[in-house]
């Protein structure tokens, strides 16, 4: 089941770094292994903080003029799925043409529909155009680059795996994106996410930042030995909350 709306609510008052940092004490996936971005992402409204959401997916071809005969009734349907998807939504785009910039799948037009349909931002592996406009529409983005036009950009796949970013999304997942990136959760992990990521950002603040920011009066050794002490707190904490090993 989706998480309560609070939840998400309140993971989006972190960045996606300290999700992170929870999601690799509750998962047991390889943390090299997980659905983050391994490509450089850039987010054009990082204004508007982090976003959350379930993915709904799709894969365009801008550079294949074939995919329009059809474009009315892909776009339709298209459509119907994103709006029998529960929300907060996130279109996760995979763009064949890639790396070419051949055409933008978002625009004005698309992101104010998409809007409409439940849908916060998209997280496209190709190019997005009227950037000022999808920001007042309130509808984020995590694209490779800018477009001029939109080529023959139309829907040809839907509700299925997609690769983007040098990583695979599945239909569903939560995802947490800002600037530095994204990263999709696994559905296991889901549960205990928020508690561990709100757990890990204070013990930092209760530990290292401290000890790193308390230095004045104090000799380079007495620093040393604070932050040293300090870490080794961290990784106790970390040790008890998570029965594993912390790392300092």
């Known amino acids: 089941m989706p998480l309560q709306h609070s939840t998400l609510l309140q993971l989006k008052r972190w960045n996606t770094p300290t999700i992170y940092n929870g999601w690799e004490q509750i998962t047991r996936m390889d943390r090299t292994e997980g659905g983050f971005n391994r490509e450089p992402t850039t987010d054009y409204m990082p204004e508007m903080g982090p976003m959350v959401g379930y993915a709904t997916t799709v894969i ?138 709100v757990f890990m950002d204070r013990n930092e603040c209760n530990t290292v930042i401290p000890a790193a920011r308390s230095t004045q009066g104090k000799s380079i050794e007495e620093i040393l030995e604070s932050i040293n002490r300090a870490g080794a707190d961290f990784a106790e904490a970390v040790r008890r909350k998570f029965n594993q090993e912390g790392e300092w």
């Open 60 to 197: 365009f071809e801008p550079s294949n003029k074939d995919h329009v005969k059809n474009k009315a009734e892909a776009w339709a349907e298209f459509r119907k799925y994103v709006a029998g998807v529960a929300g907060p939504k996130i279109v996760v785009v995979q763009d064949l043409d890639k790396p070419d910039l051949v055409g933008a799948f978002w625009g004005e037009v698309t992101s104010n529909i998409h809007r409409a349909l439940g849908c916060v931002g998209t997280i496209i592996d190709g190019g997005i155009r009227d950037v000022d406009e999808m920001k007042n529409a309130g509808f984020k983005a995590l694209a490779r680059g800018l477009c001029v036009g939109h080529a023959y950009s139309c829907p040809i796949r839907w509700n299925c795996a997609v690769e983007v970013f040098g990583t695979t999304i599945q239909p569903g997942q939560l995802i947490h994106a800002d600037k530095h990136g994204f990263l999709a959760i696994p559905p296991e992990d889901e549960e205990g996410l928020l508690e561990a990521s």
